[in-house]
């Protein structure tokens, strides 16, 4: 079977082509996929636990100019509803997830026209010097475009000076799907995936964690979808090659479209989003067209629910995510989603999925 061989040669490390992965995307039974990706899990990473990180979502402001058709988060400058988050407000939120055992916090906001690169350096700033203990991913690629605009400054100057601030890891958000053909359809005035690649890859020159993110169900086909592994993977090639360092993991998951501009305008709003066959589909060729290239693969119980994602556990994923405390963003596009979990709650569904859990910080080191 021509799809078993193409498997098999993922299985055994070596790169599939481009029209390998649309046609595993479009002519593999799911199970052989299961199969497959679960193998190279097993191969790459340990077999036996299934890891997770105890951190806090932050939106230090949903101001945003930018108007993405899928986004229910943000609010424009004058609007009654925008904000910024004080310093009052952070501190409860941080002291909360140090009380609760939390590493990290990732904290990204919308594309707000007036504040500055000196906003964005006192605000590490600030929060290195209370917080020291706690890992500061911030500010998504789109995020550090915006502020090259504002300063007319390029993205290595930007990152640079985050980084002097206290700045450690870029979030992968923003990623969406990085084809052009779909970002100009639902996001035109978001940064393209070229810009969003560049900016990773001088993230990665300047030793920053990163992440990789995906969300699929804009209508897009099979051949979108690996045209953006294809993207990350050879970047990711790329980085590891120059810089030694990449995208330390990668998370897909379906749009949430219920309550966004896009959801409500789409005659075809039945098209939109992933049924839950499509979403372990899409994990499982992760995994294998990703593959040698990266080691850890996120479930999403935010947007699929408690047992998809532990289902997701044998189509190649190797990690619960993170308990979040809160979720604004993608929880603000549906009625569906799921804003946190508790610690004991992760640890007790990767148990019952038949692992054991184990708690690891942003670069996957084990606690
Ligand atoms: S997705 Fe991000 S960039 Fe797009 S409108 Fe929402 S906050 Fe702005």
Redesign the pocket.
């Known amino acids: 079977m021509k799809y078993q061989n193409i498997l098999n040669k993922a299985i055994n490390d070596q790169e599939l082509t481009f029209d390998e992965g649309v046609f595993l995307y479009e002519e593999a039974p799911l199970e052989a996929l299961q199969k497959a990706a679960n193998q190279i899990r097993i191969n790459k990473t340990n077999p036996k636990t299934v890891s997770y990180l105890i951190d806090r979502n932050i939106n230090y402001t949903?101001v945003?100019i930018?108007?993405?058709k899928?986004?229910n988060?943000?609010r424009t400058p004058q609007h009654d509803g925008a904000y910024v988050l004080s310093k009052e407000i952070l501190r409860e939120k941080i002291e909360e997830t140090i009380a609760v055992g939390g590493t990290r916090i990732l904290m990204q906001g919308?594309?707000h026209p007036d504040l500055r690169l000196d906003w964005y350096i006192e605000l590490l700033t600030w929060l290195k010097k209370e917080f020291p203990s706690i890992e500061l991913d911030c500010f998504s690629p789109?995020e550090i475009d915006n502020i090259c605009l504002l300063e007319n400054k390029d993205a290595e100057t930007i990152l640079k000076a985050l980084i002097e601030a206290g700045l450690q890891g870029l979030p992968g958000g923003?990623a969406e799907l990085l084809d052009d053909e779909i970002r100009q359809k639902v996001?035109p005035k978001?940064i393209s995936g070229s810009r969003w690649l560049e900016i990773m890859e001088i993230a990665h020159k300047l030793n920053l964690h990163t992440s990789a993110s995906m969300v699929i169900g804009f209508g897009e086909n099979a051949k979108n979808r690996i045209k953006h592994f294809d993207l990350l993977r050879n970047q990711q090639k790329k980085s590891l090659n120059k810089y030694n360092n990449g995208f330390i993991a990668f998370i897909a998951w379906p749009l949430q479209h219920e309550l966004t501009p896009l959801g409500k305008q789409s005659q075809n709003s039945g098209k939109l989003g992933a049924t839950k066959e499509e979403y372990l589909r899409n994990l499982a060729i992760a995994r294998i067209y990703l593959n040698p290239y990266f080691e850890n693969i996120q479930a999403s119980w935010p947007t699929m629910g408690f047992k998809v994602a532990q289902e997701a556990l044998s189509y190649g994923a190797n990690d619960f995510g993170s308990t979040m405390l809160e979720e604004n963003?993608v929880s603000q596009a549906s009625t569906k989603t799921h804003k946190f979990i508790l610690v004991d709650d992760i640890c007790k569904l990767i148990n019952e999925a038949g692992y054991k859990p184990v708690q690891r910080l942003t670069d996957y080191s084990i606690l």
Do not use: D, L, Q, R
């Open positions: 949903n945003c930018t108007n993405c899928f986004c988060f943000y919308g594309h789109s923003g996001s978001k963003v």
